[in-house]
T-cell receptor, first 116, second 116 residues
Framework: AQSVTQLDSQVPVFEEAPVELRCNYSSSVSVYLFWYVQYPNQGLQLLLKYLSGSTLVKGINGFEAEFNKSQTSFHLRKPSVHISDTAEYFCAVSDWYGEGAQKLVFGQGTRLTINP | DTEVTQTPKHLVMGMTNKKSLKCEQHMGHRAMYWYKQKAKKPPELMFVYSYEKLSINESVPSRFSPECPNSSLLNLHLHALQPEDSALYLC???????????????FGEGSWLTVV
C-alpha cells in the first residue's frame, strides 16, 4: 500500500519568511501526489497536485512543490508566508481502486503557525 | 462551481438516536466519498461510491450506513453510535475520468458530530 510521511508535525515561522513543509512517499511505481490545506474548523482545500510532467508544480496562494523521484519527496514551499497561511497542511498520495474510484492516503499533517 | 455542500454543520445525538448526514454536489462527479477525521488527525476513508454503487467499504461498523440516492447526493445514516464516533465527517467527490487516480477530490466543509 502506498503511504506518505510528513516529517514535521509543527512548523513555526515568522511572517514574510520562507517555509518548506516536507513530505516523503513510499511508492516505487507511478504516483500521484497532492497537497491539501485545512484552515481551522473547515474542510480540505486542494493547494496543488503532481500527476506527471514538470517536476515543479505551482499551486494556489503562492505555494509550489517539487517532485523528486530519486529522493521520493514532494516538499511544499512558499517564499514569503502570511498570517493567513496558518493552517494544517496534508500531503497525500492517490491509489486506484478501479471502477472510477480512488483513495487518498494522507500523511499525519503539518501544523504551520505564522508568528507576527 | 467546485462546491460540495454538507448538512448539518453540527449535530449532537444520543447513543440511541437515528440521524443522517447529507452531502450534495452539482459538478457532475460520479465518485463520492465519506471520510472521518478525528481531532488533530488526518482524514480516514470510510466509503466510496462510484456511479451510485458502493465500491469501497473500509471495514466501517454497520452503525454507519451510506446511501447514494442519485449521482448528486450522498447520505450517511447513523444509528446506535458510540461517543468515540464523535468526529468531523467529510464528504468529497471527484470526476471519473476513466482509469486514473489523478483526479482532484473536492471536499465539503464537513459535519461536526458529537455523540453523547
Amino acid at each position: 500500500a502506498q503511504s506518505v510521511t510528513q516529517l514535521d508535525s509543527q512548523v513555526p515561522v515568522f511572517e514574510e519568511a520562507p517555509v518548506e513543509l516536507r513530505c516523503n512517499y513510499s511508492s516505487s511505481v507511478s504516483v500521484y501526489l497532492f497537497w491539501y490545506v485545512q484552515y481551522p474548523n473547515q474542510g480540505l482545500q486542494l493547494l496543488l497536485k503532481y500527476l506527471s510532467g514538470s517536476t515543479l508544480v505551482k499551486g494556489i496562494n503562492g505555494f509550489e512543490a517539487e517532485f523528486n523521484k530519486s529522493q521520493t519527496s514532494f516538499h511544499l514551499r512558499k517564499p514569503s508566508v502570511h498570517i493567513s497561511d496558518t493552517a494544517e497542511y496534508f500531503c497525500a498520495v492517490s491509489d486506484w481502486y478501479g471502477e472510477g474510484a480512488q483513495k487518498l492516503v494522507f500523511g499525519q499533517g503539518t501544523r504551520l503557525t505564522i508568528n507576527p | 462551481d467546485t462546491e460540495v455542500t454538507q448538512t448539518p454543520k453540527h449535530l449532537v445525538m444520543g447513543m440511541t438516536n437515528k440521524k443522517s448526514l447529507k452531502c450534495e454536489q452539482h459538478m457532475g462527479h460520479r465518485a463520492m466519498y465519506w471520510y472521518k477525521q478525528k481531532a488533530k488527525k488526518p482524514p480516514e476513508l470510510m466509503f466510496v461510491y462510484s456511479y451510485e454503487k458502493l465500491s469501497i467499504n473500509e471495514s466501517v461498523p454497520s452503525r454507519f450506513s451510506p446511501e447514494c440516492p442519485n449521482s448528486s447526493l450522498l447520505n450517511l445514516h447513523l444509528h446506535a453510535l458510540q461517543p468515540e464516533d464523535s468526529a468531523l465527517y467529510l464528504c468529497a467527490s471527484s470526476q471519473d475520468a476513466g482509469q486514473s487516480s489523478g483526479n482532484t477530490i473536492y471536499f465539503g466543509e464537513g459535519s461536526w458530530l458529537t455523540v453523547v
